[in-house]
C-alpha cells in the first residue's frame, strides 16, 4: 500500500524538536522563503527547528508546530527551566499558590515549572470523564491543530480544595488563537473555581491572535519563552504571513 502524499515543503518529524543549538552566526532574513522548518529562537539566542505543518482548513496556510510530548527530555528541561524563570521573573513577591497544567502536553510542563516553585505537586486538567465528574467543573475547548472539532476539559472534584481561592499560574505548551486559553481561564475565575490567575506560561506563542481573545488584561499575565508567526505558501517555500 502506498503512503499517502505529503503536502508540498513537508516531511516526516522524527528527528524535529530533539536538541537546541546555539545561536546561528548569520541569521536568514524573516522574508527568506523556508521549505520544511521554521526557527524557535530562545531568550538566549538559541534555538531549535520547527516542522512547518500546512492547516487542514487551507494548505496555502501553515503553523511551525511544537509536540513537545515528541521532544526529548534535554530540550522539555531546557524550555521548562527557561519558562519558569521567565515566570519568576514576572511574578516577583506574588507567589502562585498552585500550577495548574493543561492536557495533554501542559502536563508535563506544568510539572516542572511546579518544581520550581518548591510546589510539592500541581493540578492537572484532564479531557476523559470520570463518573465522578461535575459538568459545572468543565468547559468546552477547540484547537487550530485539532480538525476533528471541540471536546471538554474536566477539573476532579477532589482537586477542587487545592484551588479554590488560590493564586494559580496556568500552564500549556502553546497558545494560538487564544480561545482554549481564555475557555479554561473563565472555567477557573468562575464561581464554581474561584481561582485568581496571576499568570500564564507557554512555551510558545504563535502569532498574536490570542491578544484579542484575551483581552488586555489577561494579555498581560501571559509569558512564552519563544515566538512564532502564522506562515504563507509562496514560491520555493514558506515565509511570514502578515
Known amino acids: ?10 516531511e516526516p518529524t522524527t528527528s524535529y524538536w530533539q536538541e537546541i543549538l546555539p545561536a546561528p552566526s548569520n541569521q536568514p532574513s524573516p522574508d527568506t522563503p523556508r521549505q520544511y522548518s521554521w526557527p524557535a529562537i530562545l531568550p538566549d539566542g538559541r534555538q531549535f527547528s520547527l516542522p512547518i505543518r500546512p492547516l487542514h482548513t487551507n494548505p496555502k496556510e501553515a503553523v511551525a508546530s511544537l509536540f513537545i510530548n515528541h521532544a526529548s527530555f534535554q530540550v522539555v528541561d531546557e524550555l521548562s527551566a527557561i519558562l519558569f524563570r521567565l515566570l519568576d521573573e514576572f511574578l516577583g513577591k506574588d507567589r502562585p499558590e498552585m500550577v495548574i497544567g493543561l492536557p495533554t502536553a501542559g502536563l508535563c510542563i506544568a510539572v516542572e515549572v511546579a518544581k520550581g516553585f518548591g510546589h510539592s505537586r500541581s493540578v492537572p486538567l484532564g479531557f476523559s470523564r470520570k463518573f ?11 484547537s487550530v491543530t485539532s480538525p476533528l ?81 502564522l506562515l504563507k505558501a509562496v514560491d520555493g517555500g514558506w515565509v511570514i504571513r502578515r
Open 132 to 142: 465522578w465528574y461535575d459538568e459545572a467543573l468543565s468547559t468546552e475547548l477547540s
Open 1 to 10: 500500500m502506498s503512503s499517502p502524499q505529503r503536502p508540498a515543503y513537508t
Open 149 to 229: 472539532g471541540s471536546k471538554r476539559v474536566y477539573l476532579d472534584p477532589n482537586l477542587l480544595p487545592l484551588i479554590k481561592g488560590k493564586k494559580v499560574i496556568l500552564i500549556d505548551d502553546t497558545v494560538s488563537s487564544g480561545k482554549t486559553m481564555k475557555a479554561v481561564w473563565d472555567l477557573l475565575e468562575s464561581e464554581q473555581v474561584g481561582c485568581d490567575v496571576v499568570a500564564c506560561g507557554v512555551f510558545m506563542k504563535q502569532s498574536e491572535r490570542w491578544r484579542e481573545v484575551l483581552g488586555e488584561v489577561r494579555s498581560t499575565k501571559l509569558v512564552g519563552v519563544f515566538d512564532s508567526p
